[in-house]
T-cell receptor
Framework: GAGVSQTPSNKVTEKGKYVELRCDPI?????LYWYRQSLGQGPEFLIY????????DSGLPNDRFFAVRPEGSVSTLKIQRTERGDSAVYLC?????????????FGPGTRLLVL | KQEVTQIPAALSVPEGENLVLNCSFT??????LQWFRQDPGKGLTSLLL?????REQTSGRLNASLDKSSGRSTLYIAASQPGDSATYLC?????????FGKGNQVVVIP
């Protein structure tokens, strides 16, 4: 079956612009996670959705970052007034159930470069 | 805050040797520990998941152990092959998230 997909695969933007990154989870998965991976680092947690609601957004670095999942499936990560430090790979993962003990399946990521 | 450390950061081994990758974590209150593989420019592929009540998991040439009380896990890869060259990431689950180490970057020399 289809795995987690993310679009676009690459995004280049200028400092100060607004970007949207999309994640399509595995069909039927109720939990969805966003992580950010900077060069040479492991992924860092941003936000966790259970259904339509953000159950934990404590990893979002500041109020320029926002994410939605209006119908409990596709999610969009939105970054306003992008800065060069936002350049990273943004990874999305989904899992079948609500518990963090469930296996998370990762998408290929969106590589964001802010010039 | 959970801190995950992976040692060594990078290593090169000749083909055929066994690989030993280490992971340590500071908070033992975890649900499970997972080892991932990441190829350059790619996403994460799950290799093994060990539940907190388990001691080890095996899949083919891969074996991962977990000592939850001491906050340690080890990934063994037997008879390494050039195709095993990749970055291996350790992640522990808890508090609504996975906490990752920085990875072990492995090169297997033919």
């Amino acid at each position: 079956g289809a795995g987690v997909s993310q679009t676009p695969s690459n995004k280049v933007t200028e400092k100060g612009k607004y970007v949207e990154l999309r994640c399509d989870p595995i069909s039927g998965h109720t939990a969805l996670y966003w992580y950010r991976q900077s060069l040479g680092q492991g992924p860092e947690f941003l936000i966790y959705f259970q259904g339509t609601g953000a159950a934990d957004d404590s990893g979002l670095p500041n109020d320029r970052f926002f994410a939605v999942r209006p119908e409990g499936s596709v999610s969009t990560l939105k970054i306003q007034r992008t800065e060069r430090g936002d350049s990273a790979v943004y990874l999305c993962a989904s899992s079948l159930g609500s518990g963090v003990e469930e296996t998370q399946y990762f998408g290929p990521g969106t590589r964001l470069l802010v010039l | 805050k959970q801190e995950v450390t992976q040692i060594p950061a990078a290593l090169s081994v000749p083909e055929g040797e066994n690989l030993v990758l280490n992971c340590s974590f500071t908070d033992s209150a975890i649900y499970n520990l997972q080892w991932f593989r990441q190829d350059p420019g790619k996403g994460l592929t799950s290799l093994l998941l060990i539940q907190s009540s388990q001691r080890e998991q095996t899949s083919g040439r891969l074996n991962a152990s977990l000592d939850k009380s001491s906050g340690r896990s080890t990934l063994y890869i037997a008879a390494s092959q050039p195709g095993d060259s990749a970055t291996y990431l350790c992640a522990v689950s808890g508090n609504n998230r996975l906490a990752f180490g920085k990875g072990n970057q492995v090169v297997v020399i033919p």
